[in-house]
Nanobody, 122 residues
Framework: QVRLVESGGGLVQAGGSLGLSCAAS????????MGWFRQAPGKEREFVAS????????LYADSVKGRFSITRDNAKNTVYLQMNGLKPEDTAVYLC???????????????WGQGTQVTVSS
């Protein structure tokens, strides 16, 4: 069974940067759109960024536009999220997801990772 495994989370001060990775356990990522979502305690899961299978199309939530960048390397079965200018409100568990549909809705993704914690201190 294919699994998605996130890494790269941690504690960073406001204004700092972190890079997240999402690795698939099998060679399949190139067929699917990939997304990053986040969920803070007591809040609903929210869209952060998505990228098409080829990498040619990207979407960002307004809250992260200009600060975060999503990329993918299909040869390495890995998707990345570079986060710059982090703010305390970016604190959450970040999850990656794969799906044929892609886009901003969680319903368009079929496979999810377990998540990695990102904490931004003020």
């Amino acid at each position: 069974q294919v699994r998605l495994v996130e890494s790269g989370g941690g504690l960073v001060q406001a204004g700092g940067s972190l890079g997240l990775s999402c690795a698939a356990s099998a060679r399949f990522l190139g067929s699917f759109a990939m997304g990053w979502f986040r969920q803070a305690p007591g809040k609903e899961r929210e869209f952060v960024a998505s990228i098409s299978g080829s990498g040619g199309s990207r979407l960002y939530a307004d809250s992260v536009k200009g600060r975060f960048s999503i990329t993918r390397d299909n040869a390495k079965n890995t998707v990345y999220l570079q986060m710059n200018g982090l703010k305390p409100e970016d604190t959450a568990v970040y999850l990656c997801a794969a799906g044929a549909g892609g886009g901003m809705s969680t319903t368009r993704y079929d496979l999810w990772g377990q998540g990695t914690q990102v904490t931004v201190s003020s």
